[in-house]
């Protein structure tokens, strides 16, 4: 369709140029050009046909720049469309991830709630129950249905506990990012039984929330990876503060390592990215096979509290 409208407008070009040759030869535009001119001879007129050709192909060379940067700069806009459309796309696969994340835990939860929290309740109710049926003077039975149903009652409490942590890390309002880490490392040591041993250095504390929250997060899902993936036997947990170097976490286990290029990013991985992301941060995994992996986080002061600054 393009070929055939260029060559159109081209004949219009050689039949309006044939045209006005026809023309010219018909009122002898040339000789009564050349009549007038001699009459202004004084002021050489004569030499502005040259001048107007010059000025005629210089329009045209300006027309051809304003063409070619128009060209440019269209080029450079659907780049900058594709490449924002390429955001969008990654931003709802994103977000398709973390609500999927969302889901995922929620329904961990129910699960836990439904199982764990109904069977205690039951216990507790099952105890009770036997409480009141049993005689006044039936002490030891008495006694074994409240020490089970104390023992049920607390599993309850431990439960409970869990959960919360896992909505809200309950020991960051109370200890700090510092003393949760702590806490953190030493309970997933427990669970694992791989040795996790966590070490900070500079003024930690009196960092934005979002700051803390992230770090604690990431840390967290830093070592559930590890304790699904890894087979390590220990891990390390580095935090450091500096005014020059920012806030810097290490998480480093000597596991069986995994390849970087060929690995792609689960959903616990890539919410950590996020996290990093919105203050500013890279979040980096660093690893070859056989070596363990080491992740690296790196945030910017400036996304911490003006306290933290004037302190420093």
Sequence with gaps: ???????????????????????????????????????????????????????????????????????AELARRERAEAHVNALLDHNRALAQGLIALQESERRALARELHDEFGQGCSAVRVETAWLRRCAADDRAGMLAAAQRADAAAQDLHQLVGDLLRRLRPAELDALGLVAALQSLCESWEERSGVSCVFHHEGPIEGLADAMDIAVYRITQEALTNVMRHARASQVRVQLACSALEGLHLSIQ????????????????????????????????????????????????????????????
């Design 1 to 71: 369709m393009g070929l055939g409208r260029s060559r159109r407008d081209l004949g219009w070009v050689a039949l309006a140029t044939l045209g006005s040759y026809a023309l010219s030869l018909s009122l002898e535009f040339h000789e009564r050009y050349v009549r007038w001119l001699a009459r202004y001879e004084h002021w050489e007129l004569d030499e502005l046909p040259f001048s107007l050709a010059v000025l005629a192909c210089g329009l045209a060379w300006y027309a051809l720049r304003r063409r070619r940067d128009a060209l």
């Design 253 to 312: 286990d000597d596991g069986r390592g995994m390849d970087v290029g060929a690995a792609s990013r689960g959903l616990g991985l890539l919410g950590a990215t996020e996290r990093a992301a919105a203050l500013g941060g890279v979040l980096e995994v660093q690893s070859t096979l056989g070596h363990g992996v080491r992740l690296q986080l790196q945030i910017p002061l400036a996304a911490a509290a003006p306290a933290w600054r004037e302190a420093a």
